[in-house]
């Protein structure tokens, strides 16, 4: 059984998001797997039709976390999956966390034969490569490994949000094991496939060979990069622009 966790709160993604992030899943996998997804809307959304989460997708309810807004509603609420089984609704073993806005394109098989020891694998953050810090976009961890994480965090809350400016960061370095994806696996969809300026103006953004999961941190999100939509001020438009990424389709549905 292959193990699959999203988190969905706020009103940035709606339903639709989730069922088609399972739907990828599903896609890619081979035997049996489960899917949860910690949501605050479970009641609002969980239904049979086109409207709400597919019947399939397991809710459970998406833990607040003890920490001053805006903090709490931002990535750091993610540091919620580190807490123990007992704290975590009795889930258990290896899961695969993905974002909601990622667009899966391979197998994800990989994912779970890969070092298969390793209690924390996550994608390189690309935007800073090299620097050992990880892309909580995609990573797969082992309940309960590391519950210290989300105990510091809100015991030292202060101290920890003064030095660290997101949860990527601080887990990347607060973290006592932490091991990465093959570089080529996963990748960020504004550093790896949109082409270099001013090359963006009439080339299409591409997709690698070897990517099994792509990236949308920010904006664009996924609708709307394959649409050629890159949401910016004006000023800004002079290099924040693409064409449309249509392979997008293939996959993201």
């Known amino acids: 059984m292959k193990q699959f966790i999203c988190m969905k709160w706020g009103k940035l993604y709606g339903p639709d998001y989730v069922n088609t992030l399972y739907r990828m899943v599903s896609r890619n996998v081979t035997g ?16 049979d039709d086109a409207q709400g ?12 976390i003890d920490l001053p807004a805006p903090h709490n509603n931002r990535g750091w609420r993610k540091l919620n999956l580190y807490a123990p089984s007992e704290r ?11 974002d ?3 667009v899966v394109t391979g197998s994800l098989d ?27 976009s995609c990573y797969r961890f082992r309940v309960g490994s590391h519950a210290y994480l989300l105990d510091d965090l809100v015991e030292q809350q202060d101290e920890t949000l003064s030095l660290y400016r997101n949860s990527q960061t601080y887990i990347s370095r607060s973290i006592r094991r932490i091991e990465f994806w093959p570089d080529d696996w996963c990748v960020l969809f504004k550093t790896h496939c949109v082409p270099p300026w001013p090359q963006r103006f009439w080339k299409e953004p591409v997709l690698p060979e070897t990517a099994h ?41």
């Open 32 to 47: 049996p797997i489960r899917f949860v997804c910690l949501t605050d809307d479970a009641q609002g959304i969980l239904t």
């Open 53 to 64: 989460i597919l019947p399939d997708v397991e809710t459970l309810p998406c833990p607040e």
């Open 88 to 98: 975590l609704f009795g889930l258990e073993g290896d899961w695969l966390y993905l």
């Open 100 to 102: 909601l806005d990622v």
């Open 110 to 136: 990989p994912f779970f034969e890969y070092r298969p020891e390793a209690d924390f694998i996550v994608m390189q953050n690309w935007t800073q490569p090299g620097s050992g810090i990880g892309n909580t």
């Open 213 to 253: 999961v792509v990236a949308f941190p920010g904006v664009p999100n996924p609708h709307q990069a394959v649409r050629g939509e890159w949401p910016a001020p004006w000023y800004k438009k002079s290099y924040k622009f693409i064409r449309p990424a249509r392979w997008i389709e293939r996959y993201w549905q």
